[in-house]
């Protein structure tokens, strides 16, 4: 491996993964390819428009994403062990099932809450990721039990920029949050310490309160 003496190399964590859109997919590909365990919570299939922002092929057109994404990331000629992906084939509930570290990759404020709040009700919580994009602009709040300003960046569902249907996606951006995301969590279990809010990719003139 050509990262084998980094200080994260070799660390597994089991990490829940709610929702394979774009940033979801772009994310999780990162995390399992360096060895982590994932939890997936995602019911929706393969649609033909998110084929190109989320990285699957259109020959998996209706095939449930988690069956698409596991059949893409077993093919790669990976120099390690592979870890095991789990899945859940529902959209998450409050209360849900939750690993200590936790990414939300969802497109609803008030689903992201629902996920927060079970993840500050659990004693062994250890860090809550949640991703957020336009199609040119992306942010990324990193919240652990220790520094925890989450609810500063929440807003209401009416309140979220809304965006043209054809300008909310793209592969560059998905791909950039996506390492984002995995660049916290090797930063995490290097003990590097994690602002609380991590932004990046302000391409164009959209907002997040």
């Given at each position: ?54 990285g699957f092929n259109p020959k998996q057109i209706g095939q ?146």
């Open positions: 491996m050509r990262y084998s003496q980094a200080t994260w190399a070799g660390i597994v964590n089991d990490i829940t993964l709610i929702g394979l859109g774009t940033i979801g997919r772009n994310a999780a590909e990162h995390l399992y390819l360096l060895g982590h365990n994932l939890l997936v919570y995602e019911p929706d299939t393969v649609e033909e428009h998110n084929c190109i922002p989320q449930l994403k988690i069956d698409a994404f596991q059949e893409q990331v077993k093919s790669f000629k990976a120099p390690l062990k592979l870890k095991k992906i789990s899945s859940i084939n529902k959209h998450f509930e409050r209360d849900d099932y939750l690993t200590p570290i936790v990414i939300a990759a969802v497109d609803n404020m008030d689903v992201r809450k629902d996920i927060y709040e079970t993840w500050k009700s659990m004693d062994n919580r250890v860090l809550f990721l949640d991703g957020r994009m336009m199609a040119e602009q992306f942010e990324v709040i990193v919240t652990t039990k220790d520094q925890d300003n989450y609810m500063d960046t929440w807003f209401e569902q009416s309140e979220a920029p809304i965006g043209f249907c054809s300008n909310r996606a793209t592969r560059h951006c998905g791909q950039m949050i996506g390492a984002t995301i995995c660049q916290m969590i090797c930063n995490f279990n290097s003990g590097l310490i994690l602002n609380n809010s991590y932004y990046a990719g302000q391409f164009q003139e959209y907002v997040f309160e």
